[in-house]
């Protein structure tokens, strides 16, 4: 399992674009990166995830460059809401225990 | 999309009850499903691996015997917390994760549950 590390916290204001940069410096061939968003006293809920070079979907995008080394998590124009802890997790697949091991994430704190 | 349902979703109990919390696959099968625990302001903490007919596996520190896990089928898991005492409150999620879907699917967590214990 490769072990994450990202900023504690970000501040941000509504309408801009948060970038929320994870490094994973011994990541294994087979590991993919995916990203969780967690609001208070709720379970994660996955964002996006992916290998290599850039991931999009309608939430967010994941860039990730050639050496895996590190990952990006942007988010375009940024709302009140999306204030919550953003999770960074390398995840081993393969087999049955793909287990998740959190780290300490980041709490992004959106103002108006 | 892929739904993992808990319950309860919060428990209030007196210090020596034991409690049960369950975590089902709305829609899809899980071989596999996790336990976390997280306490406030902290990251979640993997208790231990739920494994659909056979024990679970659990993490360096975790009491297997105050901790009990059932994965009878492929949608349902049960953790019990034996004789809970007031550190053994906690936000308690699951996760699962649907194997059938291909090996890089990302795992769904249940909206955890608030165990109190007084």
């Known amino acids: 399992l490769a072990k994450t590390t990202q900023p504690i916290s970000m501040d941000s204001y509504e309408g801009q674009e948060v970038n929320i940069t994870c490094s994973h410096n011994?990541?294994?061939?087979?590991?993919?990166i995916t990203w969780y968003q967690q609001f208070p006293s709720q379970g994660p809920r996955f964002i996006i995830q992916?290998?290599?070079t850039k991931v999009t979907n309608e939430v967010a995008s994941l860039f990730i460059p050639a050496d895996r080394k590190s990952s990006t998590l942007s988010l375009p124009r940024v709302s009140l809401s999306d204030t919550a802890v953003y999770y960074c997790?390398?995840?081993?697949?393969?087999?049955?225990?793909?287990?998740?091991?959190f780290g300490t994430g980041t709490l992004l704190a959106v103002q108006p | 999309g892929a739904v993992v349902s808990q319950h309860p979703s919060w428990v209030i109990c007196k210090s020596g009850t034991s409690v049960k919390i369950e975590c089902r696959s709305l829609?899809?099968?899980?071989?596999?499903m996790f336990w976390y625990r997280q306490f406030p302001k902290q990251s979640l903490m993997l208790m231990a691996t739920?494994?659909?007919?056979?024990?679970?596996?659990?993490e360096q520190g975790v009491e297997k015997d105050k901790f009990l896990i059932n994965h009878a089928s492929l949608t349902l898991s049960t953790l019990t917390v034996t004789s809970a005492h007031p550190e053994d409150s906690s936000f308690y999620i699951c996760?699962?994760?649907?194997?059938?879907?291909?090996?890089?699917?990302?795992?769904?967590f249940g909206d955890g549950t608030r165990l109190s214990i007084l």
């Open positions: 739920s494994n659909e007919g056979s024990k679970a596996t659990y």
């Open positions: 996760s699962a994760r649907d194997f059938r879907s291909g090996v890089n699917q990302p795992q769904h």
């Open positions: 011994n990541i294994a061939t087979n590991d993919y």
């Open positions: 997790l390398s995840p081993l697949y393969g087999g049955a225990t793909n287990k998740l091991i």
């Open positions: 829609d899809f099968q899980a071989t596999t």
């Open positions: 992916g290998y290599k």
